[in-house]
Structures are given as structure tokens and as C-alpha cells.
């Protein structure tokens, strides 16, 4: 009786006490060397994707410790891209690799000697992890939210189970790792070597090969990337099935919220708007022909959603430091920015003080060269570098420097 994984774990038979006519019908690819391959392309997947979730997170809920520049302006798209494409690209490699290792599941002793127990225990919240912020994050990304629970504060919670469960696996399973990688993935079965249940049916075999296997889970990963990935690379936007609002809408900008479904239709198109500017005490309200009236700048930044989608435009309004000397001076703190529309989570938001001096933050009147249109947040909205989409507040009303 073979007690340790790491003795031969090259032939899907290896430590799993079933019945002999059951691992004969196993397939050679569902073995240690291409659960451990794979594991490590979905360890890769994972990895990214947990790191580059912690980022949004920590710039969507600052934390004091966590500082996050304004510059390079394009930061938050590439690593919320990435964030994406990566949790896509793991979802065919959490398939693989589950298939690879199904029949170890159910090998004997369930539950055994307390370092089984461990990487048992481990494995089912791993899993169980995984599926979910695999699951709710490809919901997200197509704006779906098909539960009851908030999905942030859930998904960010779930990351750390997700992920301190990876490395309790990983490090009860590095040597089984290491053995399986140190032989070459082909077939020991189909080879002759390294089985110890002679073989009848060779022949006639139709089970997938590991090859085949570990060739159809890169293509399936990539075109899992590719499918998605065109949310944010833009040459990539044409092959992209998966990509839910590119290029689309007004003035050449996917439209998140419309100002319809944001109640605030009446009053952004009020003759009597204003934008009030509040400054360490004094307090002035803006027409929009006030505000076109001050000096105007441009920048060409990306919105980046958090579901996913970017897109580079064109900008040009109020820089911020500009309208808030005008207002009555700015001596630093961060600022405070209202919308018109009334309850909902991303009426409000707050803007470090770094992102209020950068040249780049506008109080925007004009995208792409015309003039902003209702749903991209008439009469004015905040654009500022290196921040996500939903930070990036339409119809604005107000305006508060917090000292
Ligand atoms: N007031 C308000 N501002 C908002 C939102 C909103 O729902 N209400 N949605 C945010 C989100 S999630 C994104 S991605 C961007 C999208 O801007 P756009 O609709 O002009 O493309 O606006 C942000 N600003
Ligand atoms: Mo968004």
C-alpha cells in the first residue's frame, strides 16, 4: 500500500485505494503532472488577480497607510484590466485542474491523520472560495447582481479566505509539486513507465492524453483572456465577445448609470444649476456659463470601471485647483464632491488631496469636443487621473474642501 503522494504520483492510480475497475477507466491526464502544471498557471491567475483586487479596493475605501498617486494617470486601468483578465483567464484553469485531481477526491482514508485533514479541510474552502469570486466576479463584470448580499465588502472578504486557503494547499502539496514537475508531462501510462496496474486496453483508448489536456486548457484560457480583455486594450476590442460595454454610447463612451436611471433629468437641465463651491468658510455658487467662463484645460484620461470596461477620451473643463482658487483658495485637505442625484452609492465621493492639486483632476464641461452630454453627467462632472470609474462623479451640485 503506497502511503505517501510523493512516492509515485504520475499515474492517476497513485495513492487512490478505489476499485480496480474504477482507475483503470481513469484518465492518464488526470494525474499529479497536469494538476500540478496547471496549478501553477492558476496559482499565477490567482495571485494577480488577488493583488490587483486588493488595489482597487483599498483606492475605492482608503486606508491611511495606502497611498495612491495621481501619476501615471493610466495605473488604475492597467491594474483593474489585469484584475479582470486575470479572474477570467483562472476560470477554465480552476475547470482543468478540478477535472485532474476529481478522482483524488474521493481516495481513501477521507479524512485520516491530521495533515490529511488539513489539506482536505483546506481544499474544500479553497474550492469553495474560488467558485464564488470566480462566479460573482464574472457577474460583476457584467454588471449582474443576481444576490442579496453587498458585493464589494463580500468579494473583498472572500479574496482572503480564497487566497489564505491557496497557500495553506500549496504548502502542504509543494512536494507532490516538485515530484510531478520534475518528470516531463507526457504520458507515463501510454509510455509504459511509472504505472503499476498492467494495461489491457491500450489499444482502443479514447481517455484525453495529458498532452491533450494541458493543450486544450492553455487555449481555453486564452480565449477565456482574449474574450474579455478587449474591455481594456482596445486593439484587442474587435475579437472581443465578452466585452459587455465598449465603445458604445454617447459621444464614443460606454454610459454606466444614465441620467434617466439616476433620477436627476429635470434638475440637471434646470436654467437655474449652480454648483456650489465650498472653501474653509466661504461658500459660491457657479452657473455653467460661469464655470465655461474660467480658464479651461484638457486632458485626454481613461474612465475605468471597476466592472472592467475602459476607455481613453478626451476631456476639457475646470481644473479643479483653478475653480477652487476662484472660489476662494485652496490650503490643502481633501475634497468633498455631491451629485445631483439623490441617495445611491456613488453620489458622493471624496478626493485625496493629491488628486486635487494634479493638473489632470477637471471639473468637466466638454468631452471628445462636444459638449458633455446629459448622461456622462451634464452639466458638470469630476475626471481625475488614476482613479476608478465609479469614483468619477456625473452632475455634479456640490463641491466641499474638508479641512
Ligand atoms: N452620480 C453618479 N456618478 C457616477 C455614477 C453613478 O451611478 N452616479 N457611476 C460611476 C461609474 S460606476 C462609472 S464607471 C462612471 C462611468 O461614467 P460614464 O457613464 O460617463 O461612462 O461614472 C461614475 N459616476
Ligand atoms: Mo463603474
Request: hydrophobic residues 45%; proline residues 7%.
Amino acid at each position: 500500500m503506497k502511503t505517501s503522494a510523493a512516492q509515485d504520483d504520475s499515474t492517476p492510480e497513485a495513492g487512490l485505494l478505489l476499485p480496480g475497475t474504477v482507475t483503470r477507466r481513469i484518465s492518464p491526464a488526470r494525474s499529479a503532472a497536469v494538476a500540478a502544471r496547471v496549478g501553477i498557471a492558476l496559482g499565477i491567475a490567482v495571485t494577480v488577480c488577488f493583488v490587483t483586487g486588493l488595489i482597487s479596493h483599498w483606492v475605492q475605501h482608503p486606508t491611511p497607510w495606502f497611498h495612491w498617486p495621481a501619476n501615471p494617470p493610466w495605473l488604475y486601468r492597467v491594474t483593474q484590466g489585469a484584475h479582470v483578465i486575470s479572474g477570467v483567464m483562472a476560470i477554465p484553469l480552476l475547470i482543468v485542474k478540478l477535472w485532474s485531481v476529481f478522482p483524488r477526491l474521493f481516495a481513501r482514508p477521507l479524512i485520516g491523520n491530521p495533515l490529511r485533514l488539513l489539506e482536505r479541510g483546506s481544499i474544500a474552502v479553497l474550492v469553495g472560495s474560488m467558485i464564488f469570486q470566480l462566479a460573482t466576479g464574472l457577474f460583476n463584470t457584467a454588471q449582474y447582481y443576481p444576490w442579496k448580499f453587498f458585493f464589494t465588502s463580500t468579494h473583498y472578504a472572500m479574496a482572503y479566505v480564497a487566497f489564505g486557503a491557496l497557500a495553506v494547499h500549496l504548502a502542504v502539496k509543494l512536494p507532490v509539486v516538485r515530484t510531478a514537475l520534475a518528470r516531463p508531462a507526457a504520458d507515463a501510462a501510454r509510455t509504459g513507465t511509472g504505472t503499476d496496474t498492467p494495461r489491457t486496453d491500450t489499444r482502443n483508448d479514447d481517455r484525453p492524453t495529458r498532452r491533450g489536456v494541458l493543450g486544450a486548457a492553455i487555449a481555453a484560457t486564452a480565449l477565456a483572456g482574449v474574450a474579455v480583455a478587449g474591455q481594456s486594450v482596445p486593439w484587442l476590442r474587435w475579437i472581443s465577445v465578452l466585452s459587455p460595454r465598449t465603445g458604445e454610447g454617447p459621444q464614443g463612451l460606454p454610459v454606466n448609470r444614465t441620467a434617466t436611471e439616476a433620477g436627476v433629468t429635470d434638475r440637471a437641465r434646470e436654467g437655474t444649476y449652480q454648483l456650489t463651491v465650498a472653501t474653509g468658510g466661504t461658500e459660491r455658487g457657479f452657473s455653467r456659463a460661469e464655470l465655461e467662463a474660467l480658464p479651461q484645460t484638457s486632458a485626454v484620461l481613461p474612465l475605468a470601471c471597476v466592472e472592467g470596461w475602459s476607455a481613453s477620451a478626451h476631456w476639457s473643463g475646470v481644473r479643479l485647483r483653478d475653480l477652487l482658487t476662484a472660489a476662494g483658495g485652496y490650503r490643502g485637505g481633501d475634497v468633498a464632491f455631491r451629485s445631483l442625484e439623490q441617495g445611491g452609492l456613488y453620489s458622493n465621493t471624496l478626493l485625496p488631496d493629491t488628486h486635487v492639486v494634479d493638473d489632470q483632476t477637471l471639473i468637466a464641461l466638454r468631452l471628445n469636443g462636444e459638449e458633455l452630454s446629459l448622461d456622462h453627467g451634464y452639466p458638470c462632472r469630476l475626471i481625475a487621473p488614476n482613479r476608478p470609474g465609479v469614483l468619477q462623479t456625473k452632475w455634479l451640485s456640490r463641491i466641499e474642501v474638508r479641512a
